[in-house]
T-cell receptor
């Protein structure tokens, strides 16, 4: 069974731009969660999507948003990029919401210059 | 702020030695999970714990869910060079919903052959 895939793997953007990251969960998994990983803050929860609805949201500004499609694939968008948004963005899938065994993708390394 | 304290931050051991790391919190967790992350990759799920007092093994790895529901430990026996990486504890706080995980700061493990 294929694992979680994320595209692109690497991205370089300029401050003020926006970016869209994509995540395809494991086949059959319907919940997708997004995390931001930085050296200073560690792994922090961004949001969770299940059945095309945001079920949970972390403490991030409104510039961070996401959505989920009917095939469970998810995208996250960051608008008006700031230097501090440079991070590894990880997507994790699980069978359903409230099921805590989450399987992570390889991440998208975003660098904001 | 950070709700999980993971220790030690780093460990340098000789191949064949046993390793122990732990996570503590002032809050109650419903679930504890342990992940390993290699450079440039997403975290890989090692062990999931669901009940207070539960002791679970996965090969050379053993983890326990503390009786108070506020701590967990991970032991690695007879370490080998491929055990090198960052180990994270993660859990779901009792007061949260969905699949939101809170992560520890990580333990960087180095194994000298």
């Amino acid at each position: 069974k294929a694992g979680v895939t994320q595209t692109p793997r690497y991205l370089i953007k300029t401050r003020g731009q926006q970016v869209t990251l994509s995540c395809s969960p494991i086949s059959g998994h319907r919940s997708v969660s997004w995390y931001q990983q930085t050296p200073g803050q560690g792994l922090q929860f961004l949001f969770e999507y299940f059945s095309e609805t945001q079920r949970n949201k972390g403490n991030f500004p409104g510039r961070f948003s996401g959505r989920q499609f009917s095939n469970s694939r998810s995208e996250m968008n960051v608008s008006t990029l700031e230097l501090g948004d440079s991070a590894l963005y990880l997507c994790a899938s699980s069978l359903t919401t409230g099921f805590y065994e989450q399987y992570f993708g390889p991440g998208t390394r975003l660098t904001v210059t | 702020g950070q709700q999980l304290n993971q220790s030690p931050q780093s460990m340098f051991i000789q191949e064949g030695e046993d390793v122990s790391m732990n996570c503590t919190s002032s809050s109650i967790f419903n679930t504890w999970l342990w992940y390993k992350q290699d450079p440039g990759e997403g975290p890989v799920l090692l062990i999931a714990l669901y009940k207070a007092g539960e002791l679970t093994s996965n090969g050379r790895l053993t983890a326990q869910f503390g009786i108070t529901r506020k701590d967990s430990f991970l032991n690695i026996s007879a370490s080998i060079p491929s055990d090198v990486g960052i180990y994270f504890c993660a859990g779901q706080l009792r007061e949260t919903s969905g699949s939101r995980l809170t992560f520890g700061e990580g333990t960087q493990l180095t194994v000298n052959p």
